[in-house]
């Protein structure tokens, strides 16, 4: 019986220990994606306010978002 149990345990937690790497790689991808895209709000905010005073034209701003 002690030997059922234990061919039984390891494909689960085989199985188990698979799918939570699955889901943290996962997580942690959607982390990085939430952090660049606040990253680019962030460049996109100081850009347009240097439009504002004037330190900078327009054009050299839409070059640097693009860029």
């Known amino acids: 019986m002690n030997n059922f149990d234990m061919s039984l345990l390891i494909p689960i937690i085989a199985v188990g220990g698979g799918l939570l790497l699955g889901a943290i ?28 005073e004037g330190s900078m034209t327009p054009e050299d701003a839409e070059r640097l978002i693009k860029a």
Do not use: D, T
């Open 25 to 52: 790689a996962i997580f942690m991808g959607l982390l990085r994606k939430i952090s660049k895209e606040k990253q680019m709000e962030e460049s996109r905010r100081e850009i347009a306010a240097y439009v504002a």
